[in-house]
């Protein structure tokens, strides 16, 4: 597979620090009212990689990622940003550090992708303080390497799942951050599309050296970019590891409750589950074909 | 059916302590003899025989807007609605005070016809405005239209009141809803009007039924969706319009009687629809009682205890569960 | 802005050039209207008897015509018309609802049952009762926003809770009014159409005293309520402090429009109307408060110039706005409903 052309990093953002970014996780405990969403879960992300959080719908891994990001204020344990507990950061100084896109967020009517995008420079910002010129070249810069830059003055009602997608990313890395948190990045688009924002992704990653993690629905596609992944049932960690390593029969079977084949994915060599079904079996369609007879 | 006699003798009940109930307290021992005696004419009698319009206006009002409610919450499937969170009492109220003001109208009988027309246009324009748009009528959209439909229709009624002070009196009695004014003279032409709408609303209940699983799904299994809309539609506008043009607006009896219905008897709305003309007199009944006794000599309209019910009422339903993805 | 931005942000530029216009050319319209507003009447004068009479040295006539009267009554509705604007449209974004103004959520129904109460029950007027009223706004609200809370804050919860209350209140109102005497209903129902009859200098100098703090108060805070207006989920991955900021711009809001109720009583869908007029005017993703309050502030005004001068008689200001607008806010319904992204 080819890789679409990047700009270099103008102000090389990211590239000597992020070697140092690391987003860990102690014992984390998440409960809405008396159910215990998220139960325990530890996790240590560091050194430019990407990550999946896979399960099963209700499994916790969305609250788990929104805890990872302050979003949820979770019940015990810890997230250590970069060294630093993240709860008694400045919110503000966070958002410089870990950006977050949650799952299919909403943009205002009538807004610009460029206005969407410079919104990203936020939490640079203090009351009366003034549009820089590192402002604008982050935003610009974010805008090129999502391929929007032509997009700049549409309205964001007028674009396409995919562009509006880019767009939000692009919201995301304007905020000028070592550690990316996507929820669902691939929600609601089309196949196509769903190759193109992981691509950018992994774009972004290879190059300005972001760490990613994502809660992705697509096991393929999450064994094919990421680098490690996180496996949850019922708010625990059930595996964690590469993912030759978490896509196995007996972990997919645990979490997911089918039964699969493992197979290796031709394009990518990672792993690749094939579900097994009932009208797949053959004995099953031989009798079926019989009676037709 | 034990709860359905459980109902209809508690009803009856109220009935009787509505009759005896007042500003002066009369013996049950002489309401009875008030009744079964013509010739009795002192005071307690005359008291007794005068409460009783009041009291068959309570339960006609009663059993009228708790089957509006529960079809329009059939309809919309919305559990928030109502004939007057929908819009549906402002459209009367401005219809009457505009014939009052610019058509010189001013007896009972003529705001019956009036407040039918406002009532059915009001309702017409909320469904039409709250429907709009790919997501369809959903619980936000139809509040809010008939929330912005009320709010203007109020302003406007009230800036045509403004320099009339004489409608103005008039008005301010009619607006707040209240069985006082019952007398049979009047309730006699609105009757086939409530009774035409009780019956539509008979015919229509399978359709309802069906409408719960989803349009797009009702229609699959047969049922014509437009149609059970429009008639189900026709059947609230009688009956809350009916009822408007007599007792003034009541709020929230069509609102809260269906949930309660739903709860004792389950999801099935032949059986909602029953129970619910057993508990909407009931309601009423019991808040008018309440409406009497609170600041005795004088009455609280039970259009006020209905509404002090009520909003707490669809509170709690907006929290609740059932409305999480709102 | 500075120059450093002027090599591809064509878009921030435009819009803000158009921001720029919209509301110089709204400022002199308010001004212009102000300025009718002030010269017309029984008797027409002319700038110059005006400027004698900020100076002091007109005739004592004109003086009181002008000075007591007609300029109070203006500069009232000005400030007023920009307090209805601004807390209608912080509402309007805050709740992510182009609908949800605070004649729709109960707000303005607070203030206006608590003054029915003070003139009916307590039979008291002027500063009196507009203390009553923002009192009664300032609890309604904190009535809805407890009410509203329940497992965290949803903006669509808020809504139909404010409606629910809004007609509680409404028909604890009515029932007062059937027991007032002819003279209360009179002037019960003045106020509740919204008047600025009865301006004078007290409430100029309160109500432009709050527009100014007010304005000092949301400008800051505009910056995170676009930001609330991305989610706020995206809004507190930004760094902002989703729940107090939230409280901030709703206690403002409040307060701003309590004090405008309290002097002018509720004047018909100003704070509905101006937002989503702001909105369309400037075209662009933000939230257009200030803008609101200068629309705001030219309804008032010229729905105030018809009022007088339109017709043979005179009506109360609130008369106009909601004949007026009552059609308007139908059309706006009806584009709102239709593109949902809104809702």
Redesign the interface.
């Known amino acids: 597979m080819k890789l679409p052309e990047i700009p270099t990093d103008p102000l090389n953002h990211g590239q000597q620090q992020s070697q140092s970014a690391s987003l860990s996780a102690q014992k984390i405990s998440v409960a ?2 008396t159910h215990l969403a998220v139960n325990g879960v530890d996790l240590d992300a560091h050194g430019g990689q990407i990550g999946a959080i896979i399960g099963a719908n209700g499994c916790g891994k969305s609250t788990f990622l ?1 805890a990872l ?3 949820v204020k979770p019940q015990g344990g810890t997230v250590i940003l970069n060294g630093h507990d993240i709860a008694k950061l ?7 550090q870990l ?4 799952q299919s ?12 995008v ?3 420079r ?2 640079y ?1 203090r ?2 303080s ?4 590192q402002d ?1 070249d982050a ?2 810069h974010a805008l090129e390497v999502t391929h929007m ?1 032509d997009f ?2 549409r309205s ?2 007028q674009l396409s799942g995919g562009q509006r997608q880019r767009a939000w990313i692009a ?2 890395l304007a ?1 000028d951050t070592d550690i990316v948190l996507l929820d669902e990045p691939t929600t609601y688009l089309d196949v196509a599309y769903q190759l193109e924002v992981l691509d950018l992704l992994a774009d972004l990653n290879a190059i300005d050296g972001i760490i990613i993690i994502m809660v992705i629905h697509d096991i393929n596609l999450a064994a094919r970019y990421a680098d490690w992944i996180l496996a949850m049932k019922d708010g625990t960690c059930d595996t964690f590891g590469t993912p030759s390593e978490v896509i196995t029969p007996d972990v997919i079977r645990r979490v997911f409750g089918m039964d699969v084949r493992i197979i290796q994915d031709p394009e990518s060599k990672t792993p690749m589950i094939i579900a097994d079904s009932r009208h797949a079996l053959g004995p099953k369609r031989e009798i079926l074909e019989k009676e037709k007879l | 059916m034990l709860f359905l006699c459980l109902g209809c003798v508690t009803l009856v009940i109220l009935s009787l302590v509505s009759v005896a109930i007042g500003s002066r307290t009369i013996p049950l021992n002489e309401v009875f003899h008030a009744f079964s005696d013509p010739a009795d004419s002192s005071v307690s009698a005359a008291a007794a025989r005068l409460r009783v319009p009041r009291t068959i206006l309570g339960i006609l009002a009663g059993v009228a807007l708790a089957v509006a409610g529960t079809l329009m919450q059939g309809m919309t499937r919305n559990p928030l609605a109502d004939p007057s969170i929908l819009g549906l009492n402002s459209g009367a109220a401005f219809a009457i005070v505009v014939s009052m003001a610019f058509f010189g109208l001013n007896t009972p009988k003529q705001f019956i016809w009036v407040a039918l027309i406002g009532s059915a246009i009001a309702a017409l324009a909320v469904w039409l405005l709250g429907s709009m748009g790919p997501s369809g009528a959903t619980i936000l959209k139809l509040t809010l239209a008939g929330a912005v439909v009320t709010a203007m229709l109020s302003s406007l009624t009230s800036a045509i009141l403004l320099p009339r002070i004489q409608v103005i009196s008039t008005y301010r009695f009619w607006q707040v809803g209240g069985l006082s004014g019952a007398r049979f003279a009047l309730m006699v032409p609105v009757l086939p009007m409530l009774i035409g709408g009780l019956t539509l609303a008979l015919l229509t209940i399978p359709g309802i039924n069906a409408l719960a699983m989803g349009d797009e799904l009702a229609e699959g299994l047969g049922s014509r969706v437009k149609f059970t809309r429009g008639v189900a539609w026709i059947a609230a506008v009688l009956l809350s319009a009916g009822t408007t043009s007599l007792a003034g607006p009541i709020g929230f009896v069509g609102l809260v009687v269906p949930h309660a219905a739903r709860l004792l008897v389950g999801s099935d709305y032949r059986h909602i629809l029953a129970a619910s003309a057993v508990l909407g007199p009931i309601l009423l009944l019991a808040a008018d009682i309440i409406g009497r006794v609170l600041t005795r000599p004088s009455d609280v309209e039970v259009g006020i205890v209905t509404a002090i019910i009520g909003a707490p009422f669809f509170i709690i339903l907006a929290r609740g569960r059932m409305l999480r993805q709102v | 802005m500075n120059q450093t931005n002027d090599e591809k942000s064509v878009a921030l530029r435009a819009s803000f050039k158009r921001a720029v216009m919209v509301i110089v050319s709204l400022f002199i319209l308010a001004l212009v209207l102000l300025y009718i507003d002030i010269i017309f009447g029984d008797s027409l004068y002319s700038f110059t008897d005006v400027m004698d009479v900020i100076a002091s040295r007109a005739p004592s006539g004109i003086t009181f015509v002008i000075g007591e009267l007609r300029l109070p009554r203006a500069l009232t509705a000005f400030a007023c018309g920009a307090l209805f604007g601004m807390a209608g449209a912080s509402f309007q974004r805050l709740l992510h609802n182009p609908l949800a103004s605070p004649d729709i959520i109960g707000i303005t129904e607070g203030a206006n049952t608590a003054a029915v109460f003070g003139i009916v029950v307590l039979g008291i007027s002027g500063l009196e009762l507009s203390a009553f009223a923002i009192v009664g706004g300032l609890t309604t609200a904190i009535v809805v926003a407890l009410l509203t809370f329940h497992h965290g804050f949803a903006p669509q919860r808020l809504v139909l809770v404010g409606i629910a209350i809004g007609a509680m209140l409404n028909a604890i109102g009515s029932w007062m009014l059937i027991r007032a005497d002819q003279w209360d209903i009179q002037s019960a129902s003045r106020w509740l159409t919204g008047s600025l009859a009865d301006s004078d200098w007290t409430y100029v100098i309160i109500t432009m005293i709050t527009l100014a703090i007010g304005l000092i108060a949301v400008m800051p805070l505009s910056r995170q309520l676009d930001m609330l207006r991305l989610g706020d989920d995206v809004a507190a991955g930004l760094g902002v402090k989703v729940g107090l900021s939230r409280a901030a711009i709703v206690i403002i809001a409040v307060l701003m429009l309590s004090i405008a109720t309290s002097a002018v009583g509720p004047i018909a869908f100003v704070s509905f109307l101006a937002g989503p007029i702001a909105v369309r005017l400037i075209h662009s993703g933000s939230s257009a408060i200030a803008t609101s309050g200068l629309v705001g502030s030219c309804l008032v005004l010229g729905s105030d110039v018809i009022a007088q001068h339109a017709t043979g008689t005179q009506f109360p200001v609130g008369v106009v706005t909601s004949v007026i607008g009552g059609p308007v806010l139908v059309v706006l319904m009806y584009f709102s409903m239709r593109k949902e992204s809104q809702l």
């Open positions: 809405y009212g929104r990001a302050r979003l400045p919110t503000k100084r966070v958002a410089t950006g977050i896109l949650p967020p909403i943009a205002p009517d009538g807004i610009t992708v460029f206005d969407l410079s919104r990203g936020y939490p910002h009351f009366g003034h549009w820089s010129r604008q935003v610009e830059s700049a003055d964001v009602d919201l995301t905020q």
